[in-house]
Protein backbone atom coordinates (compact mmCIF):
# COMPACT_ATOMS: atom_id res chain seq x y z
CA UNK A 1 0.00 0.00 0.00
CA UNK A 2 2.99 2.46 0.72
CA UNK A 3 5.60 3.34 -1.33
CA UNK A 4 8.72 4.31 -0.35
CA UNK A 5 8.06 7.79 -1.30
CA UNK A 6 5.44 6.96 1.62
CA UNK A 7 7.16 5.26 4.24
CA UNK A 8 9.73 8.48 4.08
CA UNK A 9 7.05 10.91 4.70
CA UNK A 10 5.49 8.89 7.45
CA UNK A 11 9.38 8.35 9.05
CA UNK A 12 9.87 12.11 9.15
CA UNK A 13 6.59 12.99 11.31
CA UNK A 14 8.52 10.13 14.13
CA UNK A 15 5.75 7.80 12.96
CA UNK A 16 6.13 4.70 11.99
CA UNK A 17 4.31 2.63 9.46
CA UNK A 18 2.71 0.12 11.97
CA UNK A 19 0.95 3.41 13.37
CA UNK A 20 -0.54 4.06 10.62
CA UNK A 21 -1.97 1.13 9.69
CA UNK A 22 -3.61 0.69 13.04
CA UNK A 23 -4.79 4.07 12.23
CA UNK A 24 -6.38 3.06 8.62
CA UNK A 25 -8.01 0.03 10.91
CA UNK A 26 -9.79 2.63 13.04
CA UNK A 27 -11.22 4.27 10.06
CA UNK A 28 -12.42 0.78 8.55
CA UNK A 29 -13.65 -0.87 12.25
CA UNK A 30 -15.15 2.73 13.55
CA UNK A 31 -15.23 3.39 17.52
CA UNK A 32 -17.63 1.54 19.89
CA UNK A 33 -19.78 3.71 21.70
CA UNK A 34 -19.03 3.73 25.61
CA UNK A 35 -21.34 2.03 27.96
CA UNK A 36 -22.67 4.84 30.42
CA UNK A 37 -23.94 3.69 34.07
CA UNK A 38 -25.42 7.26 34.32
CA UNK A 39 -24.46 10.81 34.84
CA UNK A 40 -22.76 12.17 37.75
CA UNK A 41 -24.51 14.04 40.13
CA UNK A 42 -23.94 16.08 43.63
CA UNK A 43 -23.45 13.14 46.11
CA UNK A 44 -23.09 10.56 43.30
CA UNK A 45 -19.47 11.41 41.49
CA UNK A 46 -19.08 15.08 42.11
CA UNK A 47 -18.23 16.55 45.75
CA UNK A 48 -19.62 19.83 47.04
CA UNK A 49 -17.77 20.90 49.90
CA UNK A 50 -18.83 22.58 52.50
CA UNK A 51 -17.20 25.93 53.73
CA UNK A 52 -15.32 24.22 56.50
CA UNK A 53 -14.06 21.71 53.47
CA UNK A 54 -13.45 24.00 51.32
CA UNK A 55 -10.81 26.10 54.11
CA UNK A 56 -9.18 23.05 55.15
CA UNK A 57 -8.65 22.20 51.16
CA UNK A 58 -7.08 25.01 50.47
CA UNK A 59 -4.86 25.00 54.01
CA UNK A 60 -3.60 21.64 52.49
CA UNK A 61 -2.26 23.17 49.20
CA UNK A 62 -0.58 25.98 51.02
CA UNK A 63 1.11 23.33 53.01
CA UNK A 64 2.34 20.84 50.15
CA UNK A 65 3.41 23.98 48.46
CA UNK A 66 5.25 25.29 51.15
CA UNK A 67 6.85 22.24 51.38
CA UNK A 68 9.10 23.22 47.75
CA UNK A 69 7.33 20.84 45.15
CA UNK A 70 6.91 22.00 41.40
CA UNK A 71 4.28 22.92 40.06
CA UNK A 72 3.19 24.20 36.24
CA UNK A 73 0.04 26.12 34.78
CA UNK A 74 -0.67 24.43 31.75
CA UNK A 75 -2.45 26.07 28.90
CA UNK A 76 -3.55 24.93 25.27
CA UNK A 77 -3.06 28.23 23.58
CA UNK A 78 -2.77 27.12 19.38
CA UNK A 79 -5.89 27.48 18.96
CA UNK A 80 -6.84 30.29 16.12
CA UNK A 81 -9.81 33.19 16.87
CA UNK A 82 -11.48 32.67 13.37
CA UNK A 83 -14.62 30.78 14.96
CA UNK A 84 -14.46 33.69 17.53
CA UNK A 85 -14.69 35.88 14.67
CA UNK A 86 -17.52 33.91 12.60
CA UNK A 87 -20.61 36.42 13.01
CA UNK A 88 -18.16 39.58 11.55
CA UNK A 89 -16.99 37.78 8.64
CA UNK A 90 -20.48 36.60 7.72
CA UNK A 91 -21.17 40.23 8.12
CA UNK A 92 -17.88 41.52 5.80
CA UNK A 93 -19.21 39.07 2.86
CA UNK A 94 -23.10 39.75 3.05
CA UNK A 95 -25.13 41.57 0.29
CA UNK A 96 -25.99 44.31 2.71
CA UNK A 97 -23.42 46.94 4.24
CA UNK A 98 -25.43 48.24 7.93
CA UNK A 99 -25.57 45.68 10.35
CA UNK A 100 -28.53 43.71 9.72
CA UNK A 101 -28.77 40.93 12.46
CA UNK A 102 -28.87 40.97 16.13
CA UNK A 103 -25.14 40.48 16.72
CA UNK A 104 -24.09 42.82 13.79
CA UNK A 105 -26.08 45.22 15.87
CA UNK A 106 -24.81 44.49 19.19
CA UNK A 107 -21.13 44.52 18.19
CA UNK A 108 -21.71 47.54 16.33
CA UNK A 109 -23.91 49.45 19.48
CA UNK A 110 -20.78 48.47 22.20
CA UNK A 111 -17.72 48.85 20.02
CA UNK A 112 -16.22 51.35 22.48
CA UNK A 113 -16.81 48.82 25.24
CA UNK A 114 -13.78 46.23 23.41
CA UNK A 115 -10.72 46.19 25.12
CA UNK A 116 -9.34 46.26 21.57
CA UNK A 117 -11.17 49.87 20.62
CA UNK A 118 -8.03 51.66 21.12
CA UNK A 119 -5.99 49.41 18.70
CA UNK A 120 -8.83 49.04 16.24
CA UNK A 121 -9.00 52.93 16.02
CA UNK A 122 -5.66 53.38 15.31
CA UNK A 123 -5.58 50.59 12.63
CA UNK A 124 -8.33 52.87 11.33
CA UNK A 125 -6.52 55.86 11.46
CA UNK A 126 -3.68 54.73 9.68
CA UNK A 127 -5.34 52.86 6.95
CA UNK A 128 -8.35 55.16 6.64
CA UNK A 129 -7.31 58.18 7.26
CA UNK A 130 -10.24 58.22 9.88
CA UNK A 131 -11.13 56.63 13.22
CA UNK A 132 -13.67 54.41 13.90
CA UNK A 133 -16.28 57.07 15.05
CA UNK A 134 -16.03 58.67 11.72
CA UNK A 135 -15.98 55.72 9.41
CA UNK A 136 -18.97 54.30 11.22
CA UNK A 137 -21.15 57.90 10.72
CA UNK A 138 -20.44 57.63 7.00
CA UNK A 139 -21.88 54.26 7.26
CA UNK A 140 -18.44 52.58 6.58
CA UNK A 141 -18.59 49.64 8.41
CA UNK A 142 -17.14 46.94 6.89
CA UNK A 143 -14.09 49.00 6.19
CA UNK A 144 -14.02 48.94 10.43
CA UNK A 145 -14.26 45.06 10.50
CA UNK A 146 -11.99 44.79 7.65
CA UNK A 147 -9.23 46.78 9.76
CA UNK A 148 -10.11 44.50 13.12
CA UNK A 149 -9.90 41.15 10.87
CA UNK A 150 -7.61 41.80 7.77
CA UNK A 151 -3.37 41.35 7.58
CA UNK A 152 -3.20 45.22 7.21
CA UNK A 153 -5.29 45.77 10.92
CA UNK A 154 -5.47 44.05 13.91
CA UNK A 155 -5.26 40.69 11.90
CA UNK A 156 -7.59 39.31 14.25
CA UNK A 157 -8.92 37.35 12.12
CA UNK A 158 -5.93 34.79 11.68
CA UNK A 159 -4.30 35.37 15.37
CA UNK A 160 -4.83 33.07 18.26
CA UNK A 161 -7.00 33.92 21.17
CA UNK A 162 -4.34 33.89 23.68
CA UNK A 163 -2.90 37.55 21.45
CA UNK A 164 -6.09 39.76 21.36
CA UNK A 165 -6.88 42.00 23.77
CA UNK A 166 -9.72 40.82 25.86
CA UNK A 167 -9.65 43.06 29.28
CA UNK A 168 -9.49 46.86 29.50
CA UNK A 169 -7.46 48.06 32.69
CA UNK A 170 -6.89 51.94 33.09
CA UNK A 171 -4.18 52.41 32.02
CA UNK A 172 -3.68 49.11 29.17
CA UNK A 173 -5.64 46.31 27.54
CA UNK A 174 -4.60 43.01 28.49
CA UNK A 175 -4.35 39.46 26.50
CA UNK A 176 -5.54 36.38 27.78
CA UNK A 177 -2.05 35.31 28.02
CA UNK A 178 -1.52 38.08 30.69
CA UNK A 179 -4.56 37.03 32.32
CA UNK A 180 -2.90 33.49 32.66
CA UNK A 181 0.63 34.46 34.30
CA UNK A 182 -1.54 36.82 36.95
CA UNK A 183 -3.48 33.22 37.37
CA UNK A 184 -0.31 31.38 37.72
CA UNK A 185 1.04 33.83 40.60
CA UNK A 186 -1.69 33.54 42.81
CA UNK A 187 -2.96 30.29 42.72
CA UNK A 188 0.32 28.15 40.77
CA UNK A 189 3.47 29.42 42.29
CA UNK A 190 5.95 28.41 44.61
CA UNK A 191 9.66 28.58 46.28
CA UNK A 192 9.27 32.37 44.51
CA UNK A 193 8.40 30.91 40.90
CA UNK A 194 5.67 30.34 38.65
CA UNK A 195 5.73 27.85 35.73
CA UNK A 196 3.55 28.55 33.11
CA UNK A 197 3.43 26.48 29.72
CA UNK A 198 1.37 27.23 26.82
CA UNK A 199 0.67 24.72 23.99
CA UNK A 200 1.07 27.61 20.79
CA UNK A 201 0.95 26.85 16.88
CA UNK A 202 4.41 27.25 14.82
CA UNK A 203 2.95 30.15 12.93
CA UNK A 204 2.37 32.22 15.91
CA UNK A 205 5.07 31.11 18.49
CA UNK A 206 7.18 34.10 17.46
CA UNK A 207 4.37 36.61 18.28
CA UNK A 208 3.73 34.56 21.70
CA UNK A 209 7.49 34.69 22.34
CA UNK A 210 7.78 38.57 21.72
CA UNK A 211 4.01 39.35 24.18
CA UNK A 212 5.89 37.14 26.93
CA UNK A 213 9.33 39.31 26.52
CA UNK A 214 7.76 42.37 26.59
CA UNK A 215 5.02 42.28 29.60
CA UNK A 216 7.31 39.47 31.50
CA UNK A 217 9.56 42.26 33.85
CA UNK A 218 6.34 44.09 34.98
CA UNK A 219 4.42 41.02 35.80
CA UNK A 220 7.28 39.73 37.49
CA UNK A 221 8.02 43.13 39.41
CA UNK A 222 4.00 43.05 40.52
CA UNK A 223 3.90 39.98 41.94
CA UNK A 224 7.28 39.66 43.71
CA UNK A 225 8.23 36.13 41.80
CA UNK A 226 10.30 34.76 38.96
CA UNK A 227 8.00 33.66 35.93
CA UNK A 228 9.27 30.50 34.04
CA UNK A 229 7.66 30.66 30.98
CA UNK A 230 8.13 27.72 27.73
CA UNK A 231 6.27 27.00 24.74
CA UNK A 232 5.62 23.83 22.80
CA UNK A 233 3.50 23.03 19.40
CA UNK A 234 1.66 19.77 18.98
CA UNK A 235 4.49 16.87 17.58
CA UNK A 236 3.82 15.94 14.10
CA UNK A 237 4.07 12.19 15.42
CA UNK A 238 0.86 12.76 16.99
CA UNK A 239 -0.91 13.33 13.66
CA UNK A 240 -3.37 11.08 11.83
CA UNK A 241 -3.75 10.21 8.61
CA UNK A 242 -6.93 11.33 6.63
CA UNK A 243 -8.44 8.98 4.14
CA UNK A 244 -10.93 8.54 1.58
CA UNK A 245 -14.47 8.20 2.00
CA UNK A 246 -13.88 4.38 1.13
CA UNK A 247 -11.37 4.52 3.84
CA UNK A 248 -8.46 4.19 1.34
CA UNK A 249 -5.52 7.14 2.25
CA UNK A 250 -6.40 10.45 1.12
CA UNK A 251 -3.31 12.13 -1.36
CA UNK A 252 -2.66 15.45 -2.25
CA UNK A 253 -2.21 17.01 -5.90
CA UNK A 254 1.30 15.95 -5.59
CA UNK A 255 0.45 12.46 -4.88
CA UNK A 256 1.68 12.80 -1.09
CA UNK A 257 -0.12 11.37 2.27
CA UNK A 258 -2.19 13.67 3.76
CA UNK A 259 -1.72 13.89 7.85
CA UNK A 260 -3.77 16.34 10.07
CA UNK A 261 -3.30 17.50 13.97
CA UNK A 262 -4.99 14.62 16.23
CA UNK A 263 -7.13 17.14 17.81
CA UNK A 264 -5.99 18.62 21.46
CA UNK A 265 -5.63 14.60 22.59
CA UNK A 266 -2.09 14.81 21.21
CA UNK A 267 -1.52 17.55 23.70
CA UNK A 268 -1.12 14.53 25.91
CA UNK A 269 2.26 14.48 24.54
CA UNK A 270 3.07 17.97 25.39
CA UNK A 271 1.71 17.34 29.07
CA UNK A 272 3.67 14.54 29.07
CA UNK A 273 7.47 16.16 28.55
CA UNK A 274 6.75 18.71 31.58
CA UNK A 275 8.94 17.56 34.88
CA UNK A 276 6.34 19.02 37.40
CA UNK A 277 4.42 17.12 40.65
CA UNK A 278 1.30 19.09 39.96
CA UNK A 279 -0.18 21.00 36.77
CA UNK A 280 -2.85 22.90 36.58
CA UNK A 281 -5.06 23.08 33.28
CA UNK A 282 -7.19 25.35 31.59
CA UNK A 283 -8.13 26.67 28.17
CA UNK A 284 -6.68 30.18 27.14
CA UNK A 285 -9.96 31.86 26.99
CA UNK A 286 -11.67 31.54 30.53
CA UNK A 287 -10.44 34.32 32.06
CA UNK A 288 -11.41 36.98 33.81
CA UNK A 289 -9.85 40.64 34.57
CA UNK A 290 -8.05 41.13 38.17
CA UNK A 291 -11.60 42.11 39.79
CA UNK A 292 -12.79 38.93 39.04
CA UNK A 293 -10.21 36.83 40.21
CA UNK A 294 -10.62 35.91 43.70
CA UNK A 295 -13.02 33.02 42.93
CA UNK A 296 -11.15 31.46 40.28
CA UNK A 297 -7.97 31.58 42.84
CA UNK A 298 -10.28 30.20 45.91
CA UNK A 299 -11.67 27.16 43.68
CA UNK A 300 -8.40 26.52 42.01
CA UNK A 301 -6.74 26.64 45.73
CA UNK A 302 -9.79 23.81 46.43
CA UNK A 303 -9.47 21.11 43.96
CA UNK A 304 -5.82 21.66 44.53
CA UNK A 305 -6.06 21.02 48.00
CA UNK A 306 -8.36 17.98 47.49
CA UNK A 307 -6.17 16.46 45.44
CA UNK A 308 -2.64 16.35 47.40
CA UNK A 309 -5.34 15.14 50.69
CA UNK A 310 -6.50 12.54 48.05
CA UNK A 311 -2.89 11.71 46.97
CA UNK A 312 -1.55 11.12 50.58
CA UNK A 313 -3.64 8.66 50.96
CA UNK A 314 -3.41 6.71 47.92
CA UNK A 315 0.45 6.68 47.99
CA UNK A 316 0.11 5.47 52.01
CA UNK A 317 -2.28 2.24 50.74
CA UNK A 318 0.61 1.93 47.92
CA UNK A 319 2.71 1.19 50.45
CA UNK A 320 1.00 -0.73 52.60
CA UNK A 321 0.52 -2.78 49.68
CA UNK A 322 4.00 -3.28 48.59
CA UNK A 323 4.75 -4.17 51.95
CA UNK A 324 3.01 -6.93 51.88
CA UNK A 325 1.69 -6.35 55.48
CA UNK A 326 -1.64 -5.59 55.42
CA UNK A 327 -4.32 -7.14 56.68
CA UNK A 328 -7.93 -8.59 54.55
CA UNK A 329 -9.16 -5.69 57.07
CA UNK A 330 -7.02 -2.87 55.45
CA UNK A 331 -7.83 -4.46 51.89
CA UNK A 332 -11.51 -3.34 52.74
CA UNK A 333 -10.85 -0.02 53.68
CA UNK A 334 -8.77 0.47 50.69
CA UNK A 335 -11.70 -0.90 48.90
CA UNK A 336 -14.00 1.72 50.54
CA UNK A 337 -11.57 4.50 49.49
CA UNK A 338 -11.46 2.99 46.06
CA UNK A 339 -14.93 3.47 45.81
CA UNK A 340 -16.32 6.21 47.76
CA UNK A 341 -13.68 8.63 46.98
CA UNK A 342 -12.43 7.70 43.97
CA UNK A 343 -16.06 6.33 42.62
CA UNK A 344 -14.26 3.55 41.21
CA UNK A 345 -16.18 0.32 41.12
CA UNK A 346 -16.09 -3.34 39.85
CA UNK A 347 -18.35 -6.06 40.23
CA UNK A 348 -17.74 -9.27 41.57
CA UNK A 349 -15.16 -7.59 44.05
CA UNK A 350 -16.01 -9.03 47.45
CA UNK A 351 -15.23 -12.62 45.65
CA UNK A 352 -11.69 -12.25 45.10
CA UNK A 353 -9.47 -14.06 47.16
CA UNK A 354 -7.02 -11.24 48.91
CA UNK A 355 -3.78 -11.36 46.67
CA UNK A 356 -5.96 -11.24 43.81
CA UNK A 357 -7.70 -8.04 45.50
CA UNK A 358 -4.29 -6.71 46.54
CA UNK A 359 -3.37 -6.55 42.42
CA UNK A 360 -6.75 -4.92 42.00
CA UNK A 361 -6.27 -2.24 43.79
CA UNK A 362 -3.07 -1.44 43.51
CA UNK A 363 -3.73 -1.34 39.53
CA UNK A 364 -6.14 1.17 40.41
CA UNK A 365 -4.29 3.30 43.08
CA UNK A 366 -1.14 3.51 41.15
CA UNK A 367 -1.68 6.04 38.21
CA UNK A 368 -2.11 9.47 37.68
CA UNK A 369 -4.89 11.53 39.52
CA UNK A 370 -7.33 14.62 38.46
CA UNK A 371 -9.55 16.55 40.13
CA UNK A 372 -11.97 17.86 37.59
CA UNK A 373 -14.08 21.14 38.40
CA UNK A 374 -17.29 21.25 36.83
CA UNK A 375 -19.99 23.81 37.04
CA UNK A 376 -23.79 23.66 36.61
CA UNK A 377 -24.68 22.88 33.47
CA UNK A 378 -26.08 26.22 31.63
CA UNK A 379 -26.71 25.53 28.08
CA UNK A 380 -22.81 25.22 26.76
CA UNK A 381 -21.21 23.03 24.05
CA UNK A 382 -19.08 20.58 25.51
CA UNK A 383 -18.44 17.82 27.26
CA UNK A 384 -20.26 16.26 30.85
CA UNK A 385 -19.46 14.21 33.77
CA UNK A 386 -20.49 10.54 33.40
CA UNK A 387 -19.97 7.25 35.33
CA UNK A 388 -18.60 4.77 32.24
CA UNK A 389 -17.61 1.25 31.94
CA UNK A 390 -13.99 0.19 31.23
CA UNK A 391 -13.11 -2.25 29.45
CA UNK A 392 -12.07 -4.61 31.84
CA UNK A 393 -15.86 -4.41 33.46
CA UNK A 394 -14.89 -1.47 35.87
CA UNK A 395 -16.90 1.82 36.54
CA UNK A 396 -15.38 4.85 36.77
CA UNK A 397 -15.70 8.88 36.21
CA UNK A 398 -15.48 10.33 32.72
CA UNK A 399 -15.54 12.98 30.69
CA UNK A 400 -17.25 12.39 28.01
CA UNK A 401 -18.46 14.43 24.93
CA UNK A 402 -21.32 13.94 22.64
CA UNK A 403 -19.51 12.26 19.90
CA UNK A 404 -19.33 9.15 22.63
CA UNK A 405 -22.48 8.53 23.21
CA UNK A 406 -24.64 6.11 21.01
CA UNK A 407 -27.20 9.04 20.17
CA UNK A 408 -30.07 6.51 18.78
CA UNK A 409 -29.56 4.96 22.97
CA UNK A 410 -32.84 6.68 23.72
CA UNK A 411 -31.68 5.74 27.83
CA UNK A 412 -28.20 7.38 27.23
CA UNK A 413 -29.48 10.45 25.44
CA UNK A 414 -31.44 11.55 28.49
CA UNK A 415 -28.46 10.79 30.91
CA UNK A 416 -26.59 13.48 28.56
CA UNK A 417 -29.53 16.01 28.13
CA UNK A 418 -30.61 15.91 31.71
CA UNK A 419 -26.87 15.98 32.51
CA UNK A 420 -26.47 18.26 35.83
CA UNK A 421 -23.01 19.30 35.32
CA UNK A 422 -20.38 20.65 32.45
CA UNK A 423 -16.83 20.00 31.84
CA UNK A 424 -15.36 23.67 31.88
CA UNK A 425 -12.02 22.36 31.13
CA UNK A 426 -10.69 22.73 34.87
CA UNK A 427 -8.13 20.50 36.11
CA UNK A 428 -5.23 19.98 38.61
CA UNK A 429 -3.63 16.63 37.73
CA UNK A 430 -0.65 14.68 40.09
CA UNK A 431 2.09 13.18 37.80
CA UNK A 432 3.98 10.90 39.71
CA UNK A 433 3.70 7.80 41.57
CA UNK A 434 4.75 7.42 45.64
CA UNK A 435 8.47 6.60 44.93
CA UNK A 436 8.52 9.98 42.84
CA UNK A 437 8.75 9.05 39.47
CA UNK A 438 7.06 10.31 36.72
CA UNK A 439 3.94 8.54 35.10
CA UNK A 440 4.47 7.97 31.35
CA UNK A 441 1.13 9.88 30.60
CA UNK A 442 0.62 7.98 27.06
CA UNK A 443 0.09 4.83 29.11
CA UNK A 444 -3.20 5.63 30.54
CA UNK A 445 -4.86 7.16 27.64
CA UNK A 446 -7.66 4.58 25.70
CA UNK A 447 -6.96 4.56 22.03
CA UNK A 448 -10.75 2.94 21.79
CA UNK A 449 -12.11 6.35 22.92
CA UNK A 450 -11.22 8.80 19.42
CA UNK A 451 -13.78 9.53 16.90
CA UNK A 452 -14.10 10.24 13.08
CA UNK A 453 -15.05 13.52 11.48
CA UNK A 454 -15.96 14.32 8.00
CA UNK A 455 -13.88 17.06 6.41
CA UNK A 456 -12.54 18.70 2.72
CA UNK A 457 -9.17 19.41 0.80
CA UNK A 458 -9.19 21.10 -1.84
CA UNK A 459 -12.67 20.72 -2.56
CA UNK A 460 -12.67 16.64 -1.92
CA UNK A 461 -14.46 14.79 1.06
CA UNK A 462 -12.19 12.90 2.88
CA UNK A 463 -12.36 11.58 6.61
CA UNK A 464 -10.48 12.66 9.44
CA UNK A 465 -9.44 10.58 12.79
CA UNK A 466 -9.61 12.80 15.96
CA UNK A 467 -7.13 11.12 18.82
CA UNK A 468 -8.89 10.77 22.33
CA UNK A 469 -9.36 14.04 23.65
CA UNK A 470 -6.77 15.21 26.44
CA UNK A 471 -9.59 15.82 29.23
CA UNK A 472 -11.50 12.61 27.41
CA UNK A 473 -10.06 9.34 26.36
CA UNK A 474 -6.58 10.64 26.92
CA UNK A 475 -7.43 10.68 30.61
CA UNK A 476 -9.05 7.97 30.68
CA UNK A 477 -7.53 5.69 33.27
CA UNK A 478 -6.49 8.08 35.32
CA UNK A 479 -8.16 8.43 38.74
CA UNK A 480 -10.37 11.02 38.71
CA UNK A 481 -12.44 13.26 41.17
CA UNK A 482 -14.94 15.90 40.20
CA UNK A 483 -15.35 19.09 42.39
CA UNK A 484 -18.66 21.04 41.75
CA UNK A 485 -17.21 25.25 41.06
CA UNK A 486 -18.98 28.09 40.70
CA UNK A 487 -20.84 29.63 37.77
CA UNK A 488 -18.42 32.56 38.56
CA UNK A 489 -15.32 30.75 37.95
CA UNK A 490 -16.04 29.68 34.08
CA UNK A 491 -16.04 32.82 31.61
CA UNK A 492 -15.05 31.54 28.09
CA UNK A 493 -14.94 33.76 25.05
CA UNK A 494 -16.40 31.83 21.82
CA UNK A 495 -17.77 34.91 20.06
CA UNK A 496 -16.34 38.09 20.17
CA UNK A 497 -19.52 39.55 21.61
CA UNK A 498 -19.03 37.46 24.68
CA UNK A 499 -16.32 40.01 25.46
CA UNK A 500 -19.50 42.49 26.26
CA UNK A 501 -20.17 40.12 28.99
CA UNK A 502 -20.21 42.18 32.19
CA UNK A 503 -17.76 39.59 33.38
CA UNK A 504 -15.04 40.75 30.68
CA UNK A 505 -16.17 44.34 30.99
CA UNK A 506 -14.11 46.94 33.67
CA UNK A 507 -16.62 47.76 36.39
CA UNK A 508 -18.98 50.10 35.91
Known amino acids: MFSKEDIQQIEQKGMSVAQIEAQLESFRKGFDFLKLRGAAAVGDGILAPTEDEAEAYIKAWNDYKAEGHTITKFVPASGAASRMFKNMFEFLDADYDTPTTDFEKAFFAHIHNFAFFDALNDACFLNEGKGVDALLEEGNYKEVVANMLGADGLNYGQLPKGLLQFHAYNDCAKTPVEEHLTEAALYASSRGEADVHFTVSSEHRQLFQELIERVLPEAQEKHKITYNVSLSEQKPSTDTIAVNMDNTPFRTSDGKLLFRPGGHGALIENLNDLGSDIVFIKNIDNVVPDRLKPDTVFWKQVIAGLLVQVQKQVFAYLRLLDSGKYSHDDLEDIIRFVRHTLCLDMPGLKNMEDAELCVFLRSKLNRPIRVCGVVKNVGEPGGGP ?12 QILESSQIDK ?48 SKDGKELRALELPGLWNGAMSNWSTLMVEVPLTTFNPVKTVNDLLRPQHQPEA
Do not use: W
Open 386 to 397: FQAYNPDGSISL
Open 408 to 455: NNEAYMKMFTQGTHFNPVDLVCAVRNYKGEKFNLPDYVDPATGFISSK
